[in-house]
């Protein structure tokens, strides 16, 4: 066997994504025993349908992560981003998810996060000078039963 090569880029192809990605789930799924990753979003749209804005995001063994948070100024200050937040929390719920994670910049949203709950668990500096990047998480409540009768 001869020895691999590396490659350093910042343009990955879809093979390399893929054997990274499926790689790390055939691990994890090896030593857990299931698979449950799956994506979350939570789209902002015109009435055109276009996307205008949202979270993306997933789930994946008891976590909610969200990865991209991003609504358009003009539509900030009207709770359009507190409901899409609870969106993303309530699904992350309902599939299981005991807790959830984000980072956020400092020049960001940390103190919109720290109203609905959430709260720091790390920082670290980054550039511009001043700035950081936040580490935050939540613990999520669990859904409602649902009654039967």
């Known amino acids: ?4 090569t590396l490659l350093l880029t910042d343009a990955p192809d879809d093979a390399a994504r893929s054997a990274i990605g499926n ?33 993306l995001g997933r789930t994946s063994l008891g976590l909610l992560f969200l990865d991209l948070v991003f609504l358009p100024k ?5 709770d359009l981003g507190s409901r899409m ?16 994670m984000l980072y956020t910049i400092s020049f960001q ?3 919109f996060y720290e109203r609905h709950g959430w709260s720091e668990f790390g920082r670290i500096p980054c550039d511009p000078p001043g700035t950081s990047r936040i580490f935050m998480s939540k613990v999520l409540a669990a859904p409602a039963p649902v009654v039967r009768s």
């Open 1 to 4: 066997m001869t020895d691999p």
């Open 85 to 100: 937040l609870r969106l993303a929390e309530e699904e992350g719920a309902r599939r299981g998810c005991r807790a959830a």
């Open 109 to 111: 949203a940390p103190g």
């Open 23 to 55: 790689g790390l789930a055939d691990y994890n799924a090896e030593q857990v025993g299931y698979r449950d990753s799956r994506p979350l979003a939570v789209l902002v749209r015109d009435a055109g349908g276009q996307t205008l804005g949202g979270i």
């Open 74 to 78: 003009e539509f900030r200050g009207h």
